[in-house]
Structure formats: C-alpha cells, structure tokens
C-alpha cells in the first residue's frame, strides 16, 4: 500500500535547497497505529467476537407483567446507547409466578487480556424508577480475582443511565463480570454492549518501506510512501515533527 503525506523542512535544519527525503524517513519514519480493538462483545445482536455469558435465574416472559430475558429495547428505556436487542428486566418477582425474591446474577465469562494493554471493560445500562431494595451491583474480576461489589443504582429510589468504563491495569490475564439485580414491581431496567476492548501492539506488523517517490524536493513536497505493514498507519514524522 501507499501513504500519501504532505511533507514540510523547516529552516531550523539548516538543510541545502535540494535535500534527500528517503534518508530523513527511513531514520525518522514513525506510525500512529495504536487503537483499541474489540477483545469481546456482547450486544444481544449477534456481534462477534461474542462475549458468552448465563444467568443462575431462568429466563422467563409473562406477558404485561414480569420479564427476565432479551427483547427489543422499547420505552420507557430511552438511553440511547441502548439500540435494538437489550437485556431487559421488568418484576423480577413476577407476582411469584416466575424469577426470584433474591439476587439474579449474571455472569459474563472469563476473557484473556494477556498481552493487551490499556483494557477496558464496559457496558451501557438504564434503570427506571427502582425503589427503595430493588438494586443492581456488578462483580468485576481481574485474573480470579473479585474487585468486589460496585453498587450501580445508588441507595434509595433511582432513575437513571449511563456507560461503566472499568480500567484494567497493565500486565493483567483476564477478567470476567457479574451483574446482579434484585427488583420486586412494576420497575424497569436494561443493558446493553457489554464490551472488553484494549491494544494489541503485538499484532501490528513490521513496517517496511520499498520506495519513497520523490527521493528529494523543496519544502512542501508531496511524498508517496510504499511499502508493506503500513495498513492503520495515520501519521509521518520527519525529526520529531
């Protein structure tokens, strides 16, 4: 492939009128490859690479009144991160019909960030009219290990929605996530884009370069860069600059 970038010398080089490009950039040639990638994802739309996850509650539909399961997002969840298939909660305890009086957890599985750096897990929630015992906590896990419950709705009465972005350190294995609810009457909540993203500079190739057309020319020249590993490369730097 070929990289088209507009080169500008600067007079603080002190550099002849004529002055050779392809020694500068093979010295000084540097990339702007490093972006998150998506480890695994669960979107309850079939995005790959799929997150797995199970519940220790079954799953269940009882029409207008309690609902544990996946379905289309519908008001009144409104956050608009949540699009298509969420994983919706509405009556946990179902009038005892179905669910539980307890907590429902569940769990996302076990995923390896070995060799990834800058890892961040997240999901996108929104939790309509919870009173005073219903709740939401979820268990993040980094290499078997429990960082403990973080409570998402706040004591008391909530209404509310947003994105959990949790940070993994560097040099980390794996990590895994629990979500548990337990709700009792008409209150309402869902979650969607259950997401492990980080670095993997160990999948970006080495870059070579072939040929730099032209070898030399005036401030401002328009240089063509070829070569291979250049795919994701955004940016040139001539000393520095």
């Given at each position: 492939?070929?990289?088209?970038?507009?080169?500008?010398?600067?007079?603080?080089?002190?550099?002849?009128?004529?002055?050779?490009?392809?020694?500068?950039?093979?010295?000084l040639?540097?990339f702007?490859?490093?972006?998150?990638?998506?480890?695994?994802?669960?979107?309850?739309?079939?995005?790959t690479?799929?997150?797995?996850?199970?519940?220790d509650?079954?799953f269940?539909?009882?029409?207008?009144d309690?609902?544990f399961?996946v379905?289309?997002q519908?008001?009144?969840?409104?956050y608009?991160?949540?699009?298509?298939s969420?994983?919706?909660?509405?009556?946990?305890?179902?009038?005892?019909?179905?669910?539980?009086?307890?907590?429902?957890?569940?769990?996302f599985?076990t995923i390896?960030?070995?060799?990834?750096?800058?890892?961040?897990?997240?999901?996108?929630?929104?939790?309509?009219?919870?009173?005073?015992?219903?709740?939401?906590f979820?268990e993040?896990?980094?290499?078997?290990?429990?960082q403990?419950?973080?409570?998402?709705?706040?004591?008391?009465?909530?209404t509310?929605?947003?994105?959990?972005v949790?940070?993994?350190?560097n040099?980390?294995?794996?990590?895994?996530l629990?979500?548990?609810?337990n709700?009792n009457?008409?209150?309402?909540?869902?979650?969607?884009?259950?997401?492990?993203?980080?670095?993997?500079?160990?999948?970006?190739p080495?870059?070579?370069?072939?040929?730099?057309?032209?070898t030399?020319?005036?401030?401002?020249?328009?240089?063509?860069i070829?070569?291979?590993?250049l795919?994701g490369a955004?940016s040139?730097?001539?000393?520095?600059?």
């Open positions: 492939m070929s990289i088209r970038a507009n080169t500008f010398l600067h007079s603080r080089y002190a550099l002849p009128s004529k002055i050779s490009l392809f020694t500068l950039l093979c010295v040639f540097s702007s490859l490093f972006s998150q990638t998506t480890i695994a994802i669960q979107n309850f739309d079939d995005a690479p799929a997150w797995s996850y199970e519940s509650v079954a269940f539909d009882n029409g207008t309690g609902y399961g379905r289309i519908a008001t009144p969840l409104d608009v991160n949540l699009m298509y969420v994983f919706y909660e509405r009556d946990l305890f179902d009038e005892g019909d179905n669910g539980t009086t307890g907590d429902a957890t569940i769990s599985s390896s960030v070995n060799g990834y750096t800058d890892v961040e897990v997240s999901f996108d929630y929104d939790i309509v009219g919870f009173d005073t015992g219903d709740d939401v979820y993040l896990f980094i290499d078997g290990t429990s403990g419950l973080t409570q998402l709705d706040g004591p008391g009465s909530s509310l929605e947003g994105t959990e949790l940070a993994i350190p040099g980390s294995f794996s990590v895994a629990n979500l548990i609810i709700q009457g008409d209150d309402q909540a869902g979650f969607d884009n259950f997401r492990v993203c980080g670095i993997a500079p160990s999948c970006i080495a870059q070579t370069i072939s040929s730099i057309t032209p030399s020319g005036p401030a401002e020249t328009l240089v063509t070829s070569g291979s590993g795919l955004t040139v730097s001539i000393s520095g600059t």
